[in-house]
C-alpha cells in the first residue's frame, strides 16, 4: 500500500548521493540535500517496497525515493546532529548487543536515522 499519492508534497529525510545512475554527476555526489521538499509525479511497486518519483522543483530534478527516504512536507524540518562518516567520541558509557562502549571511545557514525 502507498503512504504517499500522486501531487503529494514530501520532505526528504536523507541526503541522496549520486550511485551511478545519475549520468554526468561525480559517483558519491550530493544530488538533493535532507530537507528538500518536492512532490510525488509517479510511484510504483519495487521488489523490496514502494518507489516514488519526486519532483524537487527548486533544482529541478526527479529522483527516485523509498518510502523510509521520505516524511510529509508539512513536517518541520529538524536536521539531524550527527551526518555519516563523522568522527565521534562517546561521553558515556554506550550498550550495545556487542558489548558495552566505554566512554571516551572513538567512532565514526555508521548511519543515522
Known amino acids: 500500500m502507498s503512504r504517499f499519492h500522486q501531487g503529494c508534497e514530501v520532505r526528504l529525510l536523507y541526503d541522496v548521493v549520486n550511485d551511478g545512475t545519475v549520468y554526468g554527476v561525480e559517483r558519491g555526489k550530493i544530488i538533493q540535500e535532507a530537507g528538500s521538499v518536492g512532490y510525488i509525479k509517479q510511484f510504483g511497486d519495487l521488489i523490496n517496497g514502494m518507489v516514488y518519483d519526486v519532483h524537487f522543483l527548486k533544482s529541478d530534478q526527479i529522483i527516485g525515493c523509498r518510502d523510509w527516504e521520505l516524511a510529509d512536507g508539512d513536517v518541520e524540518w529538524q536536521p539531524p546532529v550527527f551526518s555519516k562518516k563523522e568522527s565521534v567520541v562517546s561521553s ?11 566512554a571516551d571511545t572513538k567512532g565514526k557514525i555508521v548511519g543515522v536515522r
Open 92 to 102: 558515556k558509557k554506550l550498550a550495545s548487543t556487542m558489548g558495552d562502549i566505554p
